[in-house]
Nanobody
Framework: QVQLVESGGGLAQAGDSLRLSCAAS????????MGWFRQAPGKEREFVGR?????????YYAGSVKGRFTISRDNAKNTMYLQMNSLKPEDTAVYYC????????????WGQGTQVTVSS
């Protein structure tokens, strides 16, 4: 099992930047991909982006955040980051990190989420 803990959420104004962290522990060797998701009030959870966990870095982003958000990792710290720039009020949501194991098509491990609120 992999445990994931997000941190770094908070209040921001439109145009500001925030960086979220996701610390992984447990069977981290089983992770193939790590992803960020978000869920705004009254809306379904949506994919934000993902990064491969080992080897060459490969990232992919949702169109709504591409060019503004950057995902990175520090394997020595077992931590993934989400750098969010040029924040918009529509970025307000609870942000979750999730892990997907080798050979799996689903994200099996999830963090508890961290709130990001962007005011206009």
């Amino acid at each position: 099992q992999v445990q994931l803990v997000e941190s770094g959420g908070g209040l921001a104004q439109a145009g500001d930047s925030l960086r979220l962290s996701c610390a992984a522990s447990g069977r981290t060797f089983s992770i193939y991909v790590m992803g960020w998701f978000r869920q705004a009030p009254g809306k379904e959870r949506e994919f934000v982006g993902r990064i491969t966990w080992n080897g060459a870095t490969n990232t992919y982003y949702a169109g709504s955040v591409k060019g503004r958000f950057t995902i990175s990792r520090d394997n020595a710290k077992n931590t993934m980051y989400l750098q969010m720039n040029s924040l918009k009020p529509e970025d307000t949501a609870v942000y979750y990190c999730a892990g997907r194991a080798v050979g799996s098509s689903d994200y099996e491990n999830w963090g508890q989420g961290t709130q990001v609120t962007v005011s206009s």
